[in-house]
């Protein structure tokens, strides 16, 4: 008998559109559908075994340089727009030629980056940034941050002055692919909803869509809100203030924290200055 994953009830909101329904299970060939939330199985018992300090391995396999980031198509090679890269370098040309088809100007995807999950999102900002907002083309959106409190944190600006290295860089911005509420990784365009269609509304809200979205509980992140915030380290509960992108909804607390990235040609690659920022999940 094919074995059965035990999922967390969908909140209302979605179970109402159908996408998980109110069904608790599902089985293997629906788990594998999920992509890189599956490979979040394999990546989170890594995790917890080797513990954070380990985690930023020598990469293997694929190409470019040691701090190339990497696409993680596995499971959805036949879905993905990515799916016949699976762990080659990403290049800034793939996401241009894949958000060349998007109404918004966008474009994300799974990446692995020295053994961590990433996503990679593409926003056509240097080309619609001076145009009115109500045209729905997406543009970065630099921002205040509040806590999970409501207390304010500072602005997205304040970090960026700092360090301009973490200021979206050619149009492109990654994030840490561990998700802010039980550490689950969030997709881009992993199931298909209200939240993850090809539409953008501004402010950094939970409308439109285009949205980075976990499927473990539906927590929803808006790739284009910059935001300053505050999390804490898991194992000595340090608090630590960082450059990230805005949740949107459900219950992750805050935003995911932002890789900064260069280019190296063409191939896009991590910088590794930021490593405290990625222990929630410790
Ligand atoms: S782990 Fe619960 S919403 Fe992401």
Redesign the pocket.
């Known amino acids: 008998m094919a074995r059965e994953f035990e999922l967390k009830p969908a909140p209302s909101e979605l179970a109402g559109e159908g996408i998980l329904g109110t069904a608790t299970t599902i089985n293997r060939r629906q788990f594998l559908r999920y992509g890189f939330n599956t490979a979040a199985g394999v990546l989170t018992a890594s995790l917890g075994m080797l513990g954070f300090a380990a985690i930023l391995l020598p990469p293997g396999g694929g190409g470019g340089g040691d701090l190339a980031v990497q696409f993680w198509a596995k499971g959805r090679e036949d879905e993905a727009w990515y799916g016949a890269k699976h762990l080659q370098p990403m290049t800034k040309a793939d996401f241009e030629a894949e958000a060349a088809s998007s109404s918004t100007g966008t474009a994300g995807a799974a990446g692995v980056w020295n053994g961590v999950p990433v996503v990679v999102n593409y926003v056509s900002h240097s080309k619609y940034a001076g145009s009115p907002e109500s045209n729905g083309k997406a543009r970065f959106q630099f921002m205040e941050g509040y806590d999970e409190t409501g207390k304010y944190v500072g602005h997205f600006e304040d970090l960026a002055e700092a360090d301009p290295r973490l200021m979206p860089s050619d149009d492109l911005i990654m994030v840490f692919g561990r998700?802010t509420?039980?550490?689950?990784i969030?997709g881009w365009q992993l199931v298909s909803n209200s939240f993850t269609e090809d539409s953008w509304t501004p402010g950094g809200g939970d409308d439109g869509g285009t949205k980075m979205f976990?499927i473990?509980?539906?927590?929803r992140f808006d790739p284009t809100a910059l935001e300053m915030n505050t999390n804490r380290n898991r194992s000595n509960g340090a608090t630590f203030n960082y450059a990230g992108i805005r949740r949107a909804g459900?219950?992750?607390p805050v935003g995911l924290p932002i890789i900064p990235i260069q280019l190296n040609g063409d191939v896009i690659e991590g910088i590794t200055d930021y490593v405290d920022w990625y222990t929630y999940c410790d």
């Open positions: 998700c509420h039980l550490c689950c969030p976990c473990c509980h539906s927590s459900g219950p992750a």
